[in-house]
């Protein structure tokens, strides 16, 4: 991911709603058993309906709009099927496009030439904000193609054809992308929090000493309230489940099924937990800490709490590493000790929070250590010159 970038894609990510899928994911789960969907009520079909969320990429709508166009290829399709995940993930699955029908090709020929279209009008607007004033008075003249190597997600040398190459970088770029998608929108928690103090602390300076004070009362009070809350239970543990099954699915608690309850949360029947389905999981702990009605609860906090559940499941279950928990894999998993006897669980806390401080306030620190370094260097050649 580009720093170019950074701007549009994490705002995507702070989203609330946020559902991430690999596009390894959406491949494997095309080749699913089929629902079917007279066993569905009509609430369950209609979300079966609604269109896929958005993948937080800056390319998403070009990703989508391939896979639907190769699609409607037959012998694309067939290969797909019969592909394993490893072809899928290393781009082997492009050689493919060669066999695709004529009038596939003329599409995503399209697709591409309005994909780099869109591509150069980005760096176009970018150049121009950063080296033109607001009235346009001179103009910058932009070597699009040198700036269109930053984008892997397509061959920039071939902007009119769409070939076998620019699937597998499609592919590639995407999986590397989504993998490291969590990643990146911890990076960006950190940089949030760290604006939030360093947003406080300036207000701050505003104050007199008088209400200074009060404000710090008043952030300290909120704190305190904000750790008061009820036990977590452990991501995925026996207990966590058994308070989803007794409370939301409404069942005994003393008659908890493990495959009663997959079969319960598995909401598109697909014989997978995807980080969708395991993080609604999560929403009764999260309640016990969030609530969007206090003032005290961070909502951007609970999105980060609710992204480490997942990934400490996914990284205790999902055995194969294929982001996505199988029957089996969730079946194993309830018979280890952990899930019938799991450490405690400690959400985002204060000292977190305080350590994230600890590195923005290193940051300025070395920062301005940088600037009088320079400074002195400066006055030490004036005084060589002179």
Same mark, same amino acid.
């Given at each position: 991911?580009?720093?170019?970038?950074?701007?549009? /894609?994490?705002?995507?990510k702070?989203?609330?709603d946020?559902?991430?899928f690999?596009?390894?994911?959406?491949?494997?789960?095309?080749?699913?058993?089929?629902?079917d969907k007279? *066993?569905?009520d009509?609430?369950?079909? *209609?979300e079966?309906?609604k269109?896929p969320?958005?993948?937080?990429?800056?390319?998403?709508?070009?990703?989508?709009?391939?896979?639907?166009?190769?699609?409607?290829d037959?012998?694309?399709k067939?290969?797909?099927q019969?592909?394993?995940?490893e072809?899928?993930?290393?781009g082997?699955?492009?050689?493919?496009?060669?066999?695709?029908?004529?009038?596939?090709?003329?599409?995503l020929d399209?697709?591409?030439r309005?994909e780099v279209?869109r591509l150069?009008?980005?760096?176009?607007a970018r =150049?121009?904000?950063?080296?033109?004033?607001a009235n346009?008075d /001179?103009?910058v003249r932009?070597?699009?193609?040198?700036?269109l *190597?930053?984008?892997?997600?397509l061959?920039?040398?071939?902007p009119?054809?769409?070939?076998a190459?620019d699937?597998?970088?499609?592919?590639?770029?995407?999986t590397?992308?989504?993998?490291?998608?969590?990643e990146a929108?911890?990076?960006e928690?950190?940089r949030?929090?760290?604006?939030?103090?360093?947003e406080?602390?300036e207000f701050l300076?505003?104050l007199?000493?008088?209400?200074?004070q009060?404000?710090?009362q008043?952030?300290k009070? =909120?704190?305190?309230k904000?750790?008061?809350?009820p036990?977590?239970?452990?991501?995925g543990?026996?207990?966590?489940?058994?308070?989803?099954?007794?409370?939301?699915?409404g069942?005994?608690?003393?008659s908890?099924?493990?495959?009663? /309850?997959?079969?319960?949360h598995?909401?598109?029947?697909?014989?997978f937990?995807?980080?969708e389905?395991?993080?609604a999981?999560?929403?009764?702990?999260l309640?016990?800490?969030?609530?969007?009605?206090?003032a005290e609860d961070?909502?951007h906090?609970?999105?980060?709490?609710r992204?480490?559940?997942?990934?400490?499941?996914m990284n205790?279950v999902? *055995?194969n590493k294929?982001?996505?928990?199988?029957?089996?894999? /969730?079946?194993?998993?309830?018979?280890?000790?952990?899930f019938?006897e799991?450490?405690?669980?400690e959400?985002i806390?204060?000292?977190?929070?305080?350590?994230?401080?600890?590195?923005?306030?290193?940051?300025?620190f070395?920062?301005?250590c940088?600037?009088?370094?320079?400074n002195h260097?400066?006055?030490?050649?004036l005084?060589i010159?002179v």
């Amino acid at each position: 991911m580009t720093p170019f970038l950074s701007t549009s /894609f994490s705002k995507a990510k702070m989203r609330k709603d946020l559902v991430v899928f690999t596009f390894l994911s959406s491949l494997v789960l095309s080749r699913a058993i089929p629902i079917d969907k007279s *066993k569905l009520d009509e609430s369950k079909v *209609k979300e079966e309906q609604k269109a896929p969320e958005d993948t937080g990429l800056y390319y998403d709508r070009y990703l989508r709009e391939v896979i639907d166009v190769l699609e409607t290829d037959e012998h694309f399709k067939e290969k797909l099927q019969a592909a394993d995940v490893e072809d899928i993930k290393n781009g082997k699955l492009g050689q493919e496009l060669d066999f695709v029908s004529h009038k596939v090709r003329t599409k995503l020929d399209e697709l591409k030439r309005q994909e780099v279209a869109r591509l150069r009008m980005l760096v176009k607007a970018r =150049m121009d904000a950063m080296q033109g004033d607001a009235n346009g008075d /001179f103009n910058v003249r932009v070597d699009h193609q040198a700036l269109l *190597k930053q984008f892997e997600h397509l061959d920039h040398s071939n902007p009119h054809r769409f070939e076998a190459v620019d699937l597998s970088n499609l592919i590639k770029t995407a999986t590397n992308d989504l993998e490291n998608f969590d990643e990146a929108r911890h990076e960006e928690f950190k940089r949030y929090e760290m604006m939030k103090e360093h947003e406080r602390r300036e207000f701050l300076k505003t104050l007199d000493e008088e209400r200074r004070q009060e404000e710090e009362q008043k952030h300290k009070e =909120m704190m305190q309230k904000h750790q008061s809350h009820p036990k977590v239970n452990h991501p995925g543990s026996k207990d966590q489940l058994k308070e989803v099954w007794e409370d939301g699915d409404g069942m005994d608690p003393n008659s908890f099924d493990p495959k009663t /309850f997959f079969k319960l949360h598995d909401f598109n029947e697909d014989g997978f937990f995807d980080q969708e389905e395991l993080e609604a999981l999560f929403n009764k702990e999260l309640e016990k800490v969030y609530d969007s009605k206090n003032a005290e609860d961070d909502m951007h906090e609970m999105e980060e709490e609710r992204v480490r559940m997942r990934e400490h499941v996914m990284n205790e279950v999902d *055995k194969n590493k294929d982001r996505l928990v199988s029957f089996e894999e /969730f079946l194993q998993s309830t018979q280890t000790k952990e899930f019938a006897e799991p450490d405690g669980w400690e959400v985002i806390s204060l000292i977190f929070i305080l350590l994230l401080l600890l590195f923005y306030f290193y940051f300025i620190f070395k920062a301005y250590c940088q600037v009088r370094f320079h400074n002195h260097l400066f006055f030490i050649s004036l005084n060589i010159s002179v």
